[in-house]
T-cell receptor
Framework: KAGVTQTPRYLIKTRGQQVTLSCSPI?????VSWYQQTPGQGLQFLFE???????NKGNFPGRFSGRQFSNSRSEMNVSTLELGDSALYLC??????????????FGAGSRLTVL | KNEVEQSPQNLTAQEGEFITINCSYS?????LHWLQQHPGGGIVSLFMLSSGKKKHGRLIATINIQEKHSSLHITASHPRDSAVYIC??????????FGGGTRLMVKP
């Protein structure tokens, strides 16, 4: 079956612009979570969506937002880009059901460069 | 102090050696994940543990909930095992807190 698909894989933006990244989960997976990876801060949790609802949010400013559609595809948006937003953005999907943890399947990531 | 600490940060081994990577955490968790990241960025989930021990091929992961410690072992290491290994604790709903990673290089 198809894996987790992230688009675009690479993009370059300038400060002040906004960007939208997309994540298509594995078929049947209802949870999508987003993570940011930078050389300085490592991997950090951004937010998690399940059945179109944000269940958890990390410690990021309001410029970072996301949403999930009825087909479980998710988008994240970063507005008013800053140089420090340059990072690899990873999404992961899981079944998301129950109260326990779920095995995650990661996408290849979207590498954002802000000039 | 970071909530998730990994050691060592860097590890160089000869092919065939037994490798151990350690992870200690200081918060309550629902599960612990071991992840592998190759150059280029893709992350693969190796294990998800909430208790005991799991084995997959040459990889073994253990967790001691009382001591808040987990280990990842690689038996008979091979150059293709060269990657960054990341420990992550799941506090709730895939809200992961990550360790800093262990960069492993296995030389032939």
């Amino acid at each position: 079956k198809a894996g987790v698909t992230q688009t675009p894989r690479y993009l370059i933006k300038t400060r002040g612009q906004q960007v939208t990244l997309s994540c298509s989960p594995i078929s049947g997976h209802r949870s999508v979570s987003w993570y940011q990876q930078t050389p300085g801060q490592g991997l950090q949790f951004l937010f998690e969506y399940f059945s179109e609802t944000q269940r958890n949010k990390g410690n990021f400013p309001g410029r970072f937002s996301g949403r999930q559609f009825s087909n479980s595809r998710s988008e994240m948006n970063v507005s008013t880009l800053e140089l420090g937003d340059s990072a690899l953005y990873l999404c992961a999907s899981s079944l998301g059901t129950g109260t326990g943890a779920n095995v995650l399947t990661f996408g290849a990531g979207s590498r954002l460069t802000v000039l | 102090k970071n909530e998730v600490e990994q050691s060592p940060q860097n590890l160089t081994a000869q092919e065939g050696e037994f490798i151990t990577i350690n992870c200690s955490y200081s918060v309550g968790i629902s599960a612990l994940h071991w992840l592998q990241q190759h150059p280029g960025g893709g992350i693969v989930s190796l294990f998800m543990l909430s208790s005991g021990k799991k084995k997959h091929g040459r990889l073994i992961a253990t967790i001691n909930i009382q001591e808040k410690h987990s280990s990842l072992h690689i038996t008979a290491s091979h150059p293709r095992d060269s990657a960054v290994y990341i420990c992550a604790v799941d506090r709730a709903g895939n809200m992961l807190t990550f360790g800093g990673g262990t960069r492993l290089m296995v030389k032939p």
